[in-house]
């Protein structure tokens, strides 16, 4: 079964900066699409941001763009959330999440579209 391993999150100030790394075990990065989802206390899980066709193809949230870069390095088989200007209501718990795609396939923002996902971290913006 594959696994994704979740690193990288706590506690920031606002205007700070984060990077979320998942860890991805026994795949290819161009044979997944990958997400990030978040939930905040009281709201519905939403997606955060997608990437797939090794980069080619990646989508965000209208609350990430401009701010949210998602990555990722095959030799690692490592996606990241480079998250910067955090803001209060980025507070969530955040998820990577993983599905099987072809070569050709853009990524998905929908929940219902992923497989397999990871535990999930804890990321709060505080003064």
């Known amino acids: 079964q594959l696994q994704l391993v979740e690193s990288g999150g706590g506690l920031v100030q606002p205007g700070g900066s984060l990077r979320l790394s998942c860890a991805a075990s026994?795949?290819?990065?161009?044979?997944?699409?990958f997400g990030w989802f978040r939930q905040a206390p009281g709201t519905e899980r939403e997606g955060v941001s997608c990437?797939?066709?090794?980069?080619?193809?990646?989508k965000y949230a209208d609350s990430a763009r401009g701010r949210f870069t998602i990555s990722g390095d095959n030799a690692k088989n490592t996606v990241y959330l480079q998250m910067s200007s955090l803001k209060a209501e980025d507070t969530a718990i955040y998820y990577c999440?993983?599905?099987?795609?072809?070569?050709?396939?853009?990524?998905?923002?929908?929940?219902?579209?992923?497989?397999?996902w990871g535990q999930g971290t804890q990321v709060t913006v505080s003064s």
């Open positions: 026994g795949l290819s990065l161009d044979h997944y699409a």
């Open positions: 990437f797939s066709r090794g980069g080619a193809s990646t």
């Open positions: 999440a993983a599905y099987p795609t072809s070569v050709w396939g853009s990524c998905s923002m929908t929940e219902r579209s992923y497989d397999f």
